[in-house]
């Protein structure tokens, strides 16, 4: 059970009905709330000083199809094997989120 509490206008604080905990919770999980708590992408120049690897790899976005054209983004390393592959799906619940989000 999620407890939450308010302050009160006698700066105490006041537990709310689980109803109303709920509620509030659903209020900070709105798309514009979490963008505005979203950190700014990586720092790629650092990521690549400290795993040098990483500037080796190509990005191209593709699209998958299937019900629907899907867009997904292709990872590859020239001259490495291409008999092996990580697939990776993120559903985020399946309410927020796009492939750009994922990645970074």
């Known amino acids: 059970m999620v407890r939450v509490t308010v302050p009160t206008e006698h700066g105490e604080e006041r537990t709310l009905t689980p109803f109303a905990g709920w509620v509030r ?3 900070t999980t ?3 709330v979490i963008a505005e708590r979203i950190p700014a992408g990586p720092d790629t120049a650092a990521l690549t000083a400290h795993y040098p690897e990483l500037a080796r790899v190509e990005v191209r976005d593709v699209t998958i ?3 629907g054209r899907m867009p997904a983004r292709l990872y590859r390393e020239p001259g490495r094997a291409t008999d092996a592959a990580l697939v990776w799906a993120h559903g985020g619940a399946f309410v927020t989120g796009d492939l750009d989000g994922a990645g970074t």
């Open 25 to 27: 919770c659903l209020e």
């Open 30 to 32: 709105r798309p514009e």
């Open 65 to 67: 199809d299937g019900a």
